[in-house]
């Protein structure tokens, strides 16, 4: 596609619930990020894969988050055991190589009940 | 830590004025992004200023970056009503001399032009 694609855009999970976000980045594409961005706030790093080697995880908030990336394209986040605290924006972003400009997705709106 | 902070948080300009917005950062980074954001709507890049004293302009937006001072700004000249919307600076993490891209950004400023 021609950019960064994420579904779904918006999802309503209770409380404990499992949910899985996907990130489609642009083709080719090397770098793939999450941020998590709650209201109001700035987005915060959450992790960061080259390929499919995840290289930081250092900003997911607790071990109920876990991300993957298996073939280098595609990437999934996972929250487990979702907390209302969950609640937030979760954007993608893609990027040619490490230091090139990333592109964001549409982001996906996660409220936890 | 790289912390990023950005001023003022809230900004109420009437159409034709001027004002800039402010973003300091705590540490060494080589490169600094401008996004606007639209309710409900991702990151836009406006700007990315990678030297010291680089200056780009766009319309009726311009950004600067001092590496020294670790200050960029975001000036608005003679704003108009669709401007109105959040805008976030953000600075990419060096460590050990490297950078693989990860952005630590500002609280946002959030516009509104009004007549």
């Known amino acids: 596609g021609a950019g960064v694609s994420q579904s779904p855009r918006y999802k309503v999970a209770k409380r404990g619930q499992d949910v899985a976000l996907r990130c489609d980045p642009i083709?080719?594409?090397?770098?793939l990020f999450w941020y998590q961005q709650a209201l109001g706030q700035g987005p915060e790093f959450l992790t960061y894969?080259?390929?499919?080697?995840?290289?930081?995880k250092s900003g997911l908030p607790s071990d109920r988050f876990f991300a993957e990336r298996p073939e280098g394209s595609v990437s999934t986040l996972k929250i487990q055991r979702t907390q209302q605290e969950d609640s937030a924006v979760y954007l993608c972003?893609?990027?040619?190589?490490?230091?090139?400009?990333?592109?964001f997705g549409q982001g996906t709106r996660l409220t936890v009940v | 830590e790289l912390k990023v902070e950005q001023n003022p948080l809230f900004l109420s300009m009437q159409e034709g004025k001027n004002y800039t917005i402010y973003c300091n950062y705590s540490t060494t980074s080589d490169r600094l992004y401008w996004y606007r954001q639209d309710p409900g709507k991702s990151l836009e890049s406006l700007f990315v200023?990678?030297?010291?004293?680089a200056v780009k302009q766009e319309g009726r937006l311009m950004a600067s970056l001092d590496t020294k001072a670790r200050l960029s700004t975001l000036h608005i000249t003679a704003a108009v009503h669709d401007l109105s919307a959040t805008y976030f600076c953000?600075?990419?993490?060096?460590?050990?001399?490297?950078?693989?891209?990860?952005?630590?950004f500002g609280q946002g400023t959030i516009l509104t032009v009004h007549p």
């Open positions: 200023l990678l030297s010291n004293g």
């Open positions: 894969f080259q390929n499919e080697a995840q290289l930081d």
């Open positions: 972003a893609s990027s040619l190589f490490g230091s090139a400009e990333a592109f």
């Open positions: 083709s080719g594409h090397v770098s």
């Open positions: 953000a600075v990419v993490y060096i460590a050990g001399g490297t950078s693989y891209g990860k952005l630590t």
